[in-house]
């Protein structure tokens, strides 16, 4: 499974900006994908998650409201709409997968076998 995401770039405070993820490899009735982004110095987080079938849903509480996670089934595509940026919000953004979608690792990170390379957003105030 090979994952590249795209869409990163410099917004200002109170922007919006979409990221997204082609995925390929082949998909799976439980797949699941995920955002992960990292600041220097600071660990890997969560910011949200997705099951490729049912489209299920997963935030982390610093984004919930304010980003949205999607997928497009026929386009291998996963997609992170981001508004209402915040400075904190400046990081490399990864889309990772794996191929198990149990509810309860949805938001483990180390689960996700699959990454892809980063692409970097930059909030501006």
């Known amino acids: 499974v090979q994952l590249q995401a795209s869409g990163g770039g410099l917004v200002q405070v109170g922007g919006s900006l979409r990221l997204s993820c082609a ?5 799976y ?3 699941a994908i995920t955002w992960v982004r990292q600041t220097p110095g600071k660990e890997r987080e969560f910011v949200a998650a997705i099951r490729w079938n049912g489209g299920d849903t997963y935030y982390a509480d610093s984004v919930k409201g304010r980003f949205t996670i999607s997928r497009d089934k026929y386009k291998n595509m996963m997609y992170l709409q981001m ?6 919000d400046t990081a490399v953004y ?4 794996k ?8 938001r483990d990170i180390e689960s996700y076998r699959y ?4 692409t970097l957003v930059t909030v501006s105030s």
Not at 83 to 88: D, F, G, I, N
Not at 115 to 118: I, R, Y
């Open 23 to 27: 995925v390929s490899g082949g998909t």
């Open 29 to 31: 009735n439980s797949f």
């Open 83 to 88: 508004s209402r940026l915040k400075p904190e």
């Open 94 to 97: 990864y889309c990772a997968a």
């Open 99 to 106: 191929t198990s979608a149990i509810v309860s690792t949805m």
């Open 115 to 118: 990454w892809g390379q980063g």
